[in-house]
């Protein structure tokens, strides 16, 4: 059974940065696509970015240039390093793993960004 713990989220002013981890479980984290997600209140979850088995990445518009989603496979985890922080990027951002038919989330950790 693969679970998927996050950290590392909290207050910051903008322009500040954070880095979110999320810790997998099980087997099948180097061989499973890695994605973060954020969830502000009153709106639909979206796409942040994500990491292939192979760290080929993709990113939403409104973060690119200053968010890097990453991995290390030695220690099963992914990381999603968020740098000139904006109050809009306020939100519980949830971490995700998907290989075949498993998809699997976290609980989510809260960043909130102040101005």
């Known amino acids: 059974q693969v679970q998927l713990v996050e950290s590392g989220g909290g207050l910051v002013q903008a322009g500040g940065s954070l880095r979110l981890s999320c810790a997998a479980s099980?087997?099948?984290?180097?061989?499973?696509?890695m994605g973060w997600y954020r969830q502000a209140p009153g709106k639909q979850r979206e796409l942040v970015a994500t990491?292939?088995?192979?760290?080929?990445?993709n990113y939403a518009d409104s973060v690119k240039g200053r968010f890097t989603i990453s991995r290390d496979n030695t220690k099963n985890t992914v990381y999603l390093q968020m740098n000139n922080l904006k109050p809009e990027d306020t939100a519980v951002y949830s971490c995700?793993?998907?290989?075949?038919?498993?998809?699997?989330w976290g609980q989510g950790t809260q960043v909130t960004v102040s101005s």
């Open positions: 995700n793993l998907q290989f075949l038919r498993i998809n699997v």
């Open positions: 099980g087997n099948s984290f180097s061989i499973s696509t």
């Open positions: 990491i292939t088995s192979r760290s080929i990445t």
